[in-house]
């Protein structure tokens, strides 16, 4: 089956330790997507890569990291420094198209205790 | 700046009846208009895409959609919603200056009730 996993699907942290959430994709696809749900507020992009070895900033960056080391795998580290990690995260996927829709993980639910 | 806006945060229909779920945007240049729909703790599905072309573009389990460009406006329908329809829908605009950037709105939880 083609599509986007994610892992693990429910993961608890402490309070200061960093954690490290992964994103893998099968579609062949040169863009990735990290976002944010928190309710009522939609989705905000986290970070972004276009191809291997390259990746932006999104609108809520700080606290976060990613590495895009391989085109099938985008993993995101939510470091101590973000200050509320609380939330679902969801990793997308997409061609670089104008046209195209992007592909959507199954997401990680983060909880810190 | 390229934006979308969901000016409900619910709507609630009662099964058989129709529903339409509201989207306006705010783009420069033509507009690349996505709607997506979430069930709980799960990920965002595609439902359909207005690129260009015909105003009503129909998509996935029996929703359409209406482009309305003097309204700068891209609602979600359907004739006939079903319980199963309960869900939260997202619409969203991709970025015509830099394709990988997408932007969502707020989200529209949809409640029918049988």
């Known amino acids: 089956d083609g599509g986007i996993t994610q892992s693990p699907k429910y993961l608890f942290r402490k309070e200061g330790q960093n954690v490290t959430l992964s994103c893998e994709q099968n579609l062949n696809h040169d863009a990735m997507y990290w976002y944010r749900q928190d309710p009522g507020q939609g989705l905000r992009l986290i970070y972004y890569s276009q191809i291997v070895n390259d990746f932006q900033k999104g609108d809520i960056a700080e606290g976060y990291s990613v590495s895009r080391e391989k085109k099938e795998s985008f993993p995101l580290t939510v470091t101590s420094a973000q200050k509320n990690p609380t939330a679902f995260y969801l990793c997308?996927?997409?061609?670089?198209?104008?046209?195209?829709?992007?592909?959507f993980g199954p997401g990680t639910r983060l909880t810190v205790l | 700046a390229q934006s979308v806006a969901q000016p409900e945060d619910q709507v609630n229909v009662a099964e058989g009846n129709p529903l339409t779920v509201k989207c306006t945007y705010s783009?420069?240049?033509?507009?690349?208009l996505f709607w997506y729909v979430q069930y709980p703790n799960r990920g965002l599905q595609f439902l359909l895409k207005?690129?260009?072309?015909?105003?009503l573009v129909k998509g996935s389990y029996g929703f359409e959609a209406e482009f309305n460009k003097s309204q700068t406006s891209f609602h979600l329908k359907k004739p006939s919603a079903l319980v199963s329809d309960s869900a939260l829908y997202f619409c969203?605009?991709?970025?015509?200056?830099?394709?990988?950037?997408?932007?969502f709105g707020s989200g529209t939880k949809l409640n029918v009730k049988p």
């Open positions: 969203a605009v991709r970025d015509i200056n830099n394709f990988n950037k997408f932007y």
């Open positions: 207005y690129i260009t072309g015909d105003n």
């Open positions: 783009v420069s240049g033509n507009p690349y």
């Open positions: 997308a996927s997409s061609r670089p198209t104008s046209t195209d829709t992007q592909y």
